[in-house]
């Protein structure tokens, strides 16, 4: 009886290594990944492809050797990502009613009211785990600039103080 080569022995444990990998990624940054991208895109189906599509480009077979991903580089490609939707569709949208509005992660529902710069900023930094020096240099703008962005952005987002009180 011929044996199986060792090779092919050996796939299916690789490609074993490859899903635990990928779902214990998806476990430790989905969920922030998706708000991230939900602010972002303003749209559940969007925002869930995007995160899909990030995960798959990141974790591809070549990688299986590779340390995990990091939250940071899967933030910035979904950054990346959106910039290159939003270019090509020539128009940044407000915050869509039809995105569910009740099915929001914590967060995000609070920041409908802001400018799409400081909603992405704060996005950057809350969910992708970014400084903001580094969301100036995806942003493109002066760090002052986002500094700026992101506390007006968090004092406007912010719940107002109980009247009242004394």
Known sequence: MAQPLRSTHLRPRAVHTQRT??????HRHG??????????????????AVVT????D?????????????????ARYVYVLWVRRTTASGSARQLA???????????????A???????TAIALA???????TEIATLMDLPAVDIASLM???LLAAAPSPARGCA
Do not use: N
Not at 53 to 56: N, P
Not at 58 to 74: F, G, N, Q, Y
Not at 113 to 119: D, E, I, P, V
């Open 53 to 56: 599509q990030a995960f798959l």
């Open 126 to 132: 809350l969910f992708g785990e970014h400084t903001y």
């Open 113 to 119: 009211k802001l400018s799409r710069l400081q909603r």
């Open 58 to 74: 990141a974790c591809t077979p070549a990688d299986i050797a590779l340390a995990p991903v990091s939250r940071r580089e899967l």
């Open 21 to 26: 990998d990928l779902e214990e990624t998806w």
């Open 97 to 111: 009613s039809s995105a569910h509005p009740g099915w929001r992660p914590s967060g995000v529902a609070a920041m």
């Open 31 to 48: 969920a922030a990944l998706f708000a991230l991208s939900l602010v972002l895109f303003e749209d559940v189906d969007h925002a869930e």
């Open 151 to 153: 506390r007006s952005g």
